[in-house]
């Protein structure tokens, strides 16, 4: 869902990601030319199909012990300890606290056991927390830091925190500077980093023609994501008993279905390393601070600095906001009455934990998840339409106290 919520890229961008993908010549270049372009020196990036295909290729790479356990932070896409099972690995989840969504430090304390071997930190809604404690503590035993920035990029030169052992960056359709596709993975470890270079030489490359589709079929959507079209198909969504979040969202999702490892253990096209190279040189930054700002008008009306602090965060990028409520699926529905899309939880999902450790139950994540509405706070958002859909947010909160 959220069409013109995330889809941040232009028509311009499209076209040029429509001709790239016609270009099938020179990938080697076009990938050496991307790296050494975002690395600034530094020779510690791989380029790949997506944060998934990274954080399989680091997996196979460090050849963990079969039963050995990767901590996650508790709210995830449920792709990733997916991914972690598949190589005979143990997912563990972490309970989160705060509208920042950051790792609670007692939870992690009970979590980690001897067989933890890695923590992954998914830094949510574009929030970047403080992680010098969790890095610190995650030092103290032994654990392998990886970073997951899909949410948080908001600019061309931030590479992540230079402490987590990897950082994960997505530039897939419904990111920030999106490419339709690709990702950016920060490898501290010069071995591992050969390592998975050698593997991803070993895989199939990505069909050129899946970014002439994907070409269309966003421009398509890019289209029809006026708040007028918007209205309409929520509107044929509820007469037809379906939820528009299954239906657009399953648009935007790129590992949809079955065989998730055919899928995602691919090599990125020309295009695709054309078209993210390009989008990281060209992308206005003035799009982020314009989001920012909006974000703080949202704050301001509705009050929340004193009831969601983290949201002064001066590391927040919003690239979505998040409302806590009590009253969640009603705030979206009546929103989305009057043509604000907005909704729960999209592809985020709670971790469950794990056979062996049921007590390992993650109640602040559950409930955050639970009370979390994301709002639109996008560039091309009008100030008028975001005063009213804060109009609206109160004037809700109001009835229903």
Known sequence: MWIRLRLDISWRNLCCGFLGSLNRAGRKAARKELEKFWSEGQNDVLACLSVRSGFDLLLQAM???KGSEVLFSAITIQDMPKIAEAHGLVPVPVDLCGSDYHIDLAALEQAVSSESKVLVIAHLFGARPCMQEVLEFARQHNLYVVEDCAQAWFKRN?????????????FGVIKTATALGGALCRINNPEILARMRSL???????????????CGKYA?????STKFAFGGITMLCRQFGKNPDDVLGGLTRSFAGNNLFSKLRKQPNTGTLRLLKHRLETYDSRRINQRINNAHFIIEKLGLDKTEPELLNS???????????DQADELIAHLRLHGFDTTQRGRLRVLPPHSKQRELTCPMATELLDRTVMLPCYPEMPLKAIESMCELILDFSTEVA
Do not use: E
Request: aromatic residues 12%; hydrophobic residues 45%.
């Open 315 to 325: 590391q927040h990028s919003f690239w979505l906001f998040p409302l806590i409520t």
């Open 200 to 214: 991803q030489a070993l895989q199939p490359v990505q069909p050129c023609l899946d970014l002439t589709i994907k």
């Open 220 to 224: 398509f959507l890019k289209a029809i």
């Open 63 to 65: 050849d963990l012990p």
């Open 158 to 170: 931030w590479r992540g925190n230079d402490q987590a052992d990897v950082s994960l960056f997505s």
